[in-house]
């Protein structure tokens, strides 16, 4: 007997090479079994998927969810379970001040699971611009707080933008870099600066200090800090940096995402490892909305159904090191499931730079099942 029986969806899992139509099981929280043998008779609550995709839980790489405490927080079951996703990544809204009162005060009040980056700046992303000079930065009491928090802190952030980028310039990223690399987990950074000036960035000179598994945030971005250079050519040192396993994440966000520098980038065969959203108070309204927005845009700039529902489970849950219990819908992981549904239509999207892009597909959320409990998407969550 099964506690609830997902039945008849079109059923894709990249961890697994699977897209076909199955039935998933799922007891006690987890998956127990899936494949076509699998009887709604034998389940105390069936979920009829006929004619909707069932996919992993969906994995969010890069928002912002230190609800209350930053202006720019959201609360974590708005972009995740009521829309469609179960694990969301605060990409660097607390450093080493500020970051216990996420899980005491935010995360217990939400059922949608977080894992962090924690800013290199000791109080995170509480005013903008966050950093002025070194004494933003606490070096122990950020290894600390990393070493009090594994289950949750999987990585370090800091961002490459005005006026910390000129006032501490290469000897930042060393610094962060060092902090990862004591702490043995990934860099992220955030490249891309709308208050920058033309021509004068660090991105060429910071991409040979990361290593595989350092992420590269908002990769499509067409900002003073992008890896795109004028003549439409890419940086030779964007292109090693890739070679060596550095991850892309696109971090859409209101600066993060150009249609067309991503039309462009993929053109020369760069692919992002991650299709994230950079979600934050002040674009959830609009341009970025959802998740499943943010992957709609990039059904219509040319990647497959299957291309982007890797890029929004097992790449992040990889990116992680979390691929063992997220972003697949193995046997015995923790059944997280998102059910969605394909609408066709006419849409026109915006990015950054305000430029459309015909949509013709939107992917909504339909069902999300978290540790084997149901949530319906709620119209906030649909975007
Ligand atoms: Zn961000």
Redo the contacts with the bound molecule.
């Keep these: 007997m099964y506690d609830m029986v997902i039945s008849g969806g079109r059923v894709i899992d990249p961890a697994q090479g699977v897209d076909g139509i199955a039935n998933i099981g799922i007891s006690k929280g987890r998956i127990v079994t899936s494949g076509e043998g699998l009887k709604e008779e034998d389940a105390a609550q069936v979920i009829a998927a006929q004619g909707k995709i069932v996919v992993p839980g969906l994995i969010d790489f ?3 969810v230190y609800d209350v405490v930053t202006s720019l927080g959201l609360a974590p079951d708005r972009i995740g379970i009521n829309a469609g996703v179960t694990t969301v990544v605060d ?2 809204s607390a450093g080493s001040d500020t970051f216990p009162g996420l899980p005491r005060f935010v995360l217990p009040q939400n059922k949608t699971s977080v894992f962090c980056f924690l800013h290199i700046c000791r109080t995170g ?1 509480c005013h903008l611009p966050e950093m002025r000079d070194w004494n933003d930065i606490d070096y122990e009491a950020t290894v600390a707080m990393v070493q009090a928090y594994p289950d949750l802190i999987k990585g370090i952030k800091v ?1 490459v933008v005005e006026p910390v980028m000129w006032n501490m310039g290469l000897e930042l990223i060393k610094l962060s870099k060092r902090i990862a690399k004591e702490v043995a987990l990934p860099l992220m950074v ?1 490249v891309g600066d709308p208050k920058g000036v033309e021509g004068r960035s660090l991105t060429k000179e910071l991409l040979p200090l990361l290593d595989s598994g350092d992420i590269l ?1 908002h990769c499509f971005t067409c900002k003073p800090g992008r890896v795109l250079q004028p003549d439409g050519s890419l940086m030779p040192e964007f292109r090693e940096a890739v070679e060596r396993g550095v991850v892309l994440d696109i ?1 859409r ?1 209101n600066n ?1 995402l150009s249609f067309d520098v991503a039309q462009q980038m993929l053109e020369q065969g760069i692919l992002p490892d991650t299709i994230s959203t ?1 979600l ?1 108070a002040l674009n959830i309204n609009g341009t970025v909305y959802s998740l499943l927005h943010t992957i709609s845009a990039f059904l219509a700039l040319g990647l497959s159904l299957n291309q982007v529902i890797e890029m929004t489970t097992t790449n992040p849950a990889n990116a992680m090191k979390e691929g063992h219990r997220l972003g697949s819908l193995k046997d015995g992981m923790p059944a997280n499931v998102s059910v969605l549904e394909m609408g066709e239509g006419d849409w026109e999207f915006r990015d950054s730079e305000n430029q459309p892009l015909e949509v013709k597909l939107l992917l909504k959320p339909v069902v999300t099942v978290k540790d084997g409990v149901p949530f319906l998407a709620s119209p906030a969550g649909t975007g």
């Design positions: 890069h928002a912002h990409a660097g992303l961002r955030h945030s971090a966000g993060g950079d934050a």
